[in-house]
């Protein structure tokens, strides 16, 4: 799994949108934003590790790449109480290094 190390934790990383959930029944505390399928990426833009629900507060869509937090930084996303360990910050424009350009949105 891609992890990018800030101050001994994890911090954020790139998914991929593969899809969407529909909870109606939900918790108290969790917010009514869209709930997105993610699948985490590598440096390589290859799929890794296992799916993942992350809730969304900036309106991506399937297909798209994605910045996801977690933990206290995916609560401060959304809101401080909420009850979620995974949010999508940001829609991700391009991606690229020495080796080329890795993803751009279309």
Known sequence: ???????????????KVVGQ??????????????LLLVQ????KGEAAGGCHVAADPVGAGEGEWVLVVRGS??????????PLDLAIVGIVDAVSSKAGNLYRKD
Request: no cysteine; charged share 15%; net charge negative.
């Open 1 to 15: 799994m891609p992890e990018a190390i800030f101050f001994g934790g994890v911090g954020m990383e790139l998914a």
């Open 21 to 34: 959930v529909v909870a109606t029944a939900r918790a108290p505390g969790l917010p009514n934003n869209s």
């Open 40 to 43: 985490l990426v590598n440096e």
């Open 73 to 82: 930084s995916a609560r401060h996303a959304i809101s401080q109480d909420a």
